[in-house]
């Protein structure tokens, strides 16, 4: 919501679809109060945000949040890659079936090092752009909508390194289990893999 007079705008947060947090902390479902300034060619919202956290727990701290434009540059990253999503085929490598709330997700290079990029998607949203594959995690927590019982992590090839195609190991716990894939992408098609929620057994 943007009060044009006032230069304001209002943001509430519905649900969150992706976190990286310590195993110890619980992300929160934010609102935003904000304020537009433009001086030149630089603009920004400066404000204050609250919420509550998303197990129901109790509130989150408040604080102060200033958020600067991205540059244009960044806008054609994204594009880009979201074009890629499109136009290449995506290659289902496997289906999970898992029974918890939280996915934790590891992005590494394959082997030897030979400056792949990649860029990652959850269910057609960027959440990884533009990143290169090292012998260091990237790493992506997928929360399971419960709304969405299937949720599609696609991984896109920005470029194809030295040694092509782009490979990637990917790692991920889930269930209290760790999985281990071999990825690769090219020009034309992206990896994916699937996540498909089952509700635990009762007790």
């Known amino acids: 919501l943007f009060n044009p007079t006032q230069h304001r705008v209002i943001v509430n947060e519905l649900k969150v679809m992706t976190f990286h947090v310590p195993v110890d902390c619980v992300p929160c479902i934010k609102n935003f109060s904000l304020y537009h300034t433009k001086e030149g060619n630089k603009e920004s919202l400066v404000g204050e945000m609250s919420g509550k956290m998303m197990n129901g727990s109790g ?37 999970i079936k898992v029974d918890t709330g ?20 959850v269910n ?5 752009s533009m990143k290169k594959l090292t012998s260091k995690a990237l790493p992506l927590d997928v929360k399971i909508d419960l709304n969405r019982t299937q949720q599609e992590v696609v991984m896109i090839a920005e470029n194809l390194g030295t040694i092509p195609p782009n490979t990637a190991l990917m790692t991920i716990m889930a269930n209290g289990k760790r999985y281990q894939l071999f990825l690769t992408a090219t020009e034309q098609k992206n990896a994916m893999v699937r996540f498909i929620y089952e509700k635990p057994p009762a007790n």
């Open 59 to 95: 509130n989150c701290p408040p604080g102060r949040i200033k958020l600067a434009r991205i540059t244009e540059g960044k806008f054609k990253d994204i594009e880009k890659a979201s074009e890629k999503l499109t136009l290449r085929k995506n290659e289902l490598v496997k289906e």
């Open 102 to 121: 939280v996915i934790h997700i590891s992005f590494y290079d394959n082997g030897i090092i030979d400056n792949d990029s990649i860029s990652v998607f």
């Open 124 to 128: 057609n949203f960027p959440v990884l």
